[in-house]
């Protein structure tokens, strides 16, 4: 895909000033799966990405992740435009996208149910507000070194967090990939954790489905801007370095590069 150029505008005094320039990069990869379930989806009009990553084999877990990639921009853009803040508008979509796959999972045979991950970025007013469900992670990837923004919702994360587990060890627990978390969970409770921050010139926004993050280390998100400056440079390396690692999944990502305006 051909890299996109949006420009990114917060309200200073009443007037629209420019901040950044957005340079977007995406790929998904099916793999060596039978199928894709990944899905993703650059809404320039909300400045918004969505990247989900489908759950339960055969064709459910593309659907709930084409379900996902759907609803959420479509939610947000309606929040948006009755004056939302941008962590309520989120928080919104995920939840309704919840419970739309969960009603669609109802017509599964008995003991299955349809799901998947979502991690979701937008760029509004100067700042960029993240928000997760499940193992789809974000990174911040600035000045050479990358730092993970989302939380995973599996159980052995949920281990670390209580102590029970080093992080070393969750990696290769059974636990790592069942997660308790995720668009299509009758079980959700609470609202979503929304993660703002302020981006400065340079930064690479990566969001990315777990056939990439298990592949492809901190160290090699740091020094990719490096030598890939272009955002589709970058993804294409990413999604052919985690195949190139023994990724067996579905492999997707989109890279957002903030670039300084010219005045």
Known sequence: MVSLEVGCF?????VRMPEFILRVGSRSAQGVRSNNEDNY???LRERLVVVADGMGGQDRGEVASSMAVEIIPRVIHARLAVKETPEDALRHA???ANDLIVQAGRSQPEGRRMGTTVVAALVHGGHVYIANLGDSRAYLIREGKAHQLTV???????????GALTAEEARYSPYQHVLHKFLGCAELNGASE???YTPKAGDRLLLATD??????SLEELGAGPARFPEPQDLIEHLVEYALAQGSRDNVTGVVIV??????
Do not use: I, R
């Open 94 to 96: 995920l939840h309704e």
């Open 41 to 43: 989806v650059v809404d």
């Open 152 to 162: 995973d919702h599996s159980v052995a994360q949920a281990l670390v967090l209580t």
């Open 194 to 196: 929304v993660h703002p």
């Open 10 to 14: 917060a309200e200073t005094g009443g």
């Open 211 to 216: 056939g990439m993050t298990n592949h492809v």
């Open 258 to 263: 903030f670039d300084e305006a010219q005045s």
